[in-house]
């Protein structure tokens, strides 16, 4: 109960903060270390979704930040609480996400002594995230929770962590709210778009690479009619590909894992690459051979919003310190030269993409994934958000799912497994009227598979599409290149998924062929519940290309045995 003499506990002036900077959604794991806080929320209209373990919270957290580019926020409890979350903060961090995670502390007059659950935030989230302060006096909660939002989502955006020791939350204080938080945005100069003007008309065959975060829908549209106009041909990096329509006719295709020859091919021939929000990091660099370090010999532009990024890895010829929102507003600006010399490669390299991800190969087993994967994307909404992890089972999604719209992909750009589920608890819960699909391989689900029931409690019908080929295939396929015939950990015994499903409270399908997936699917929207199709995939369709067995002569093959 609220006092009505101006003062306010600790944790009332917390959650007011978390009002007044927009919060909406909060996911904790409850700790007894911030019971103050969480009772403050009890009179406030902040939903909060309590998770089953912390590293779920903090994706859920996470994904929020990477779909409205305004900070996600989670609450764990001290030491075992905040560690479980790190996994969430290393994504936040790789996939330059908004977010910020408060944590109970110990008391602060047990602090040093290894107080129970005890941890030196500083030194363990220290190089994880952007700044991971400790609020010791209530009255400044208002000036550093303020700052968290502007740091988290500031420059290139990250996770920040702020401890809450247990007895500065009980804390009474006089103090006023912050000022509502708006993001900066980084606007590129004009002497940088008149020399981005200057570099495009003396350009014979170049090429836009999009990433990063910083992105909006408006931001999409405006880079996409910035292609029309210019007819330039445009890629994503790595699971970014929701950032441009697959279908306009400048998309060039992905750049992510074993992309299509032909596109790397056509930026290995561009003399001119505009790189725009992202870090071209070890992923769509091709693990760094796509292009000379740190001179790379085309003209490199590199547009990013974070100034210690231009310049770290690759040294651009144009280096424009701007956030992509920004940039894809000043490109209206930019007028195209009278004649376009590479007009008609523009098609070409469309007309690759697409003959590229039309048809999937014949595959061993029943269940042809990629079939399942043309069939959500022939049968799915534009509007339809995809979450993923990582594992083999993605590779079918990239090369054959054809993203429309902005922040319909949600997936670990730093291939973080037990990403799907949470994200789409997050989704589903942002997005009510919109279809929300996570697609899972079967080590990939059970790293967070545990927020099924959270899925269940909040009432959050999703459908988890799940490939389980019974192994980490991935790290299998890499067993077989590098040391063939010998398999060492990566063999599962699964459960029966339908079952799972079924007994936390949803909705399970099997299915053993790829002409039964329509209906499963169907049923598992039907239901109205979250929903698990557990599609039984053969372990030796290993890649969108290439078996197992395939693999492994190869291997054997190179090495003359
Ligand atoms: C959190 C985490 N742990 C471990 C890995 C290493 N890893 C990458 S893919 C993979 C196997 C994925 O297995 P599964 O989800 O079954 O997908 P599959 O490759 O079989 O399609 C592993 C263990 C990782 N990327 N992330
Ligand atoms: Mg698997």
Redesign the pocket.
């Given at each position: 109960m609220r006092a009505n003499d101006g003062s306010r506990t600790g944790g009332e002036v917390l959650v007011d903060q978390l009002v007044a900077h927009g919060v909406r959604h909060v996911f904790c794991v409850p700790g007894e270390s911030y019971l103050a806080a969480l009772d403050a929320f009890h009179d406030r209209d902040i939903a909060m979704i309590a998770c089953r373990q912390e590293g779920g919270a903090a994706i859920m957290a996470e994904a929020v930040g990477k779909s409205t580019g305004r900070p996600g926020v989670c609450f764990t409890t001290r030491g075992p609480g905040a560690t479980n979350a790190a996994?969430g903060i290393h994504i936040a961090r790789q996939d330059s996400s908004p977010l910020v995670m408060f944590v109970g502390q110990v008391a602060r007059e047990a602090r040093e002594r290894e107080a129970f659950q005890e941890i030196d935030f500083r030194a363990v989230f220290g190089s994880l995230t952007k700044w991971a302060p400790e609020i010791d006096d209530a009255a400044r909660i208002p000036e550093i929770v303020s700052r968290a939002f502007y740091t988290a989502a500031n420059g290139r955006p990250g996770p920040v962590v702020i401890a809450l020791p247990e007895d500065m939350l009980t804390d009474r204080v006089i103090v006023a709210d912050a000022p509502p938080f708006e993001p900066v945005e980084i606007w590129p100069g004009a002497t940088d778009m008149m020399r981005l003007q200057k570099l495009l008309w003396a350009a014979e065959r170049p090429i836009m690479l999009i990433g990063g975060s910083r992105w909006s829908e408006i931001a999409c549209t405006t880079v996409m009619r910035f292609a029309e106009r210019f007819a330039l041909p445009v890629a994503t990096t790595f699971r970014r590909g929701h950032l441009f329509d697959a279908l306009h006719p400048c998309y060039a295709g992905d750049l992510g894992i074993g992309p299509n020859p032909k596109l790397i091919a056509r930026i290995k021939a561009a003399d001119l690459v505009i790189v725009v929000g992202g870090r071209l990091g070890e992923m769509p660099s091709q693990s760094y051979t796509l292009f000379d370090i740190p001179g790379p010999r085309p003209t490199f532009v590199h547009v990013h919003p974070s100034a210690e990024e231009l310049g770290r890895v690759y040294r651009p010829h144009l280096a424009i310190n701007a956030a992509p929102t920004a940039f894809a507003a000043a490109l209206e600006g930019l007028e195209p030269p009278s004649t376009i010399p590479w007009r008609d490669g523009t098609p070409a390299a469309h007309a690759d993409y697409l003959a590229w991800t039309e048809t999937p190969k014949e595959m061993p087993g029943g269940v042809n994934f990629g079939e399942v994967i043309v069939w959500l994307r022939e049968h799915l909404a534009p509007d339809a958000i995809i979450c993923s992890?990582?594992?083999?089972?993605s590779a079918w999604i990239h090369r054959y799912y054809r993203f429309r719209r902005f922040a319909t992909h949600m997936g670990p750009t730093s291939?973080?497994?037990?990403y799907g589920v949470p994200a789409a608890v997050a989704m589903k819960r942002l997005n009510p009227d919109r279809t929300v699909v996570c697609i899972?391989?079967?080590?990939?689900?059970l790293?967070n598979g545990q927020e099924f029931a959270t899925a269940v409690q909040h009432d959050l019908p999703f459908v988890v599409v799940l490939?389980d080929?019974g192994?980490?295939?991935?790290?299998r396929m890499h067993q077989e290149r590098e040391y063939p015939g010998r398999v060492v950990a990566t063999d599962?015994k699964n459960p029966d998924f339908a079952a799972y499903a079924r007994a936390f409270g949803g909705f399970g399908v099997t299915v053993e062929k790829t002409s039964d997936f329509a209906a499963a699917y169907a049923a598992a929207v039907r239901s109205g519940k979250p929903a698990i199709v557990h599609l039984k995939v053969d372990p030796e369709a290993s890649t969108p290309t290439m078996s197992l067995t395939a693999i492994r002569e190869k291997a054997l093959a190179g090495r003359g045995e």
């Open positions: 996994h992890g990582a594992g083999n089972f291939g973080s497994m037990g899972s391989g079967d080590g990939d689900f790293m490939a080929n192994q980490y295939g991935t790290i599962l």
